[in-house]
Each structure stands twice: as C-alpha cells, then as structure tokens.
C-alpha cells in the first residue's frame, strides 16, 4: 500500500488549495479514505472521510463548509479541496485508509500565512 500526498505549499488566508492523494497497491474503489492533519505541537485530527462510492462524507466541524472531500476511483485518487484557508489551517495533511491496518502517506504541508 502507497499514499502520495501533493499539493500543498503556501497560502494567504482566505486562499484555497487542493490536495491529492494518489493510492496504489490496493483496490482503491474497495475502501473508505482520509484526510488528517497535524499542526506542530498538536494531535493528528480527523479533518474528512469519504465512503466507498462516495455515497457518504463526513468533515470535522473546524472545516465544515470550507473544504470537501471527493475522489475519482479511476484514477486511485482522494482530494481535499480547502477554501476560505485560516492561520490555524496550518498543518501536514496526511492521506489515510484502513486494510486491516491503519496506512499513512508522508504528508504535505500546507501553510496560511500573509
């Protein structure tokens, strides 16, 4: 299993990015995905979910409403498209999915700074 996060960089508050996550070494279209976040000196967080088929999403309540998750399972791929960004949006987001055992991707920071 391979998670390759891109897209990140840096960013004015109120500025929008996408990011990617390209998944490999399994069915992509078989299993849910994640996106997470880890600010320095903070716990990961849950940022969004996306169901197999993309029947359900789910965001944590700090992004609701400024980011969506999607995914094209024919391209093996997870977005996140983050809009409306704030300072305390300042992380590295991590692509996560669970076969049996948690998988991680190395992350991509995002920074929102003026």
């Known amino acids: 299993v391979q998670l390759v996060e891109s897209g990140g960089g840096l960013v004015q508050p109120g500025g929008s990015l996408r990011l990617s996550c390209a998944a490999s070494?399994?069915?992509?279209?078989?299993?849910?995905m994640r996106w997470y976040r880890q600010a320095p000196g903070k716990e990961r967080e849950l940022v969004a979910a996306i169901s197999r088929a993309s029947t359900s999403t789910d965001y944590a309540d700090s992004v609701k409403d400024r980011f969506t998750i999607s995914r094209d399972d024919a391209k093996n791929t997870v977005y996140l498209q983050m809009t409306s960004l704030k300072p305390e949006d300042t992380a590295v987001y991590l692509c996560n999915t669970n076969i049996g055992m948690d998988y991680w991707g190395k992350g991509t920071l995002v920074t929102v700074s003026s």
């Open positions: 070494g399994f069915t992509f279209r078989w299993y849910p």
